[in-house]
């Protein structure tokens, strides 16, 4: 997997890891990098998972499905939003937790293809269980370099205050 910056001005969006108290509903994130998914790519998915289905290695049979050819792992192509995040540290040491991910898949990728994610804030909410921690909801939607959309879906996650909130909340 390759990540490339084709419309940032350079590799820094974030300042720092964003905590539970920077989001808010309606925010959105437009600026994550292309992900350029090849054949390396799914061979160590595969191998990670287990998955060989043909419809992702052999040419002649995935020509007869309802895909037409081969695509990558479904999965594969969602979890790339997650790699993107790391990388440019939107939530470097603050994610808690995956909670929940619903994913609906539109168009195949195929090899070679680069993906993008978009992200959208739905629902913020303070956790119950863990004073220190809060709830977010994102919706997201995944194009192709064609500008198609490939997958969509949304996701919760725990995540962390920000310490320094959490002191000045206990001293007021």
């Not at 595969?46 to 289905?53: E, P, S, V």
């Not at 994913?103 to 913020?124: A, N, Q, S």
């Not at 949304?154 to 920000?162: D, I």
Request: with cysteine.
């Amino acid at each position: 997997m390759r990540i490339g910056w084709v419309d940032a001005v350079n590799n820094e969006i974030f300042r720092r890891p964003l905590y539970f108290d920077d989001f808010h509903k309606s925010m959105r994130f437009n600026s994550l990098p292309w992900i350029w998914i090849d054949g390396c790519d799914i061979d160590r998915f595969a191998l990670a998972t287990g998955d060989f289905n043909p419809l992702h290695f052999n040419n002649s049979f995935a020509a007869t499905t309802v895909l037409g050819g081969l695509a990558v792992h479904g999965e594969l192509v969602v979890n790339t939003l997650f790699g993107a995040l790391h990388t440019v540290d939107f939530w470097h040491g603050t994610l808690e937790a995956l909670l929940e991910k619903y994913v609906k898949f539109i168009l195949p990728v195929r090899p070679g293809d680069r993906v993008k994610h978009y992200l959208h804030i739905t629902e913020t909410k303070e956790s119950k269980k863990y004073p220190d921690k809060g709830i977010v909801r994102f919706e997201f939607f995944t194009e192709n370099q064609r500008y198609e959309n490939v997958a969509e879906g949304w996701f919760c996650v725990l995540m962390r205050k920000n310490p320094a909130n959490i002191k000045k909340k206990e001293a007021d």
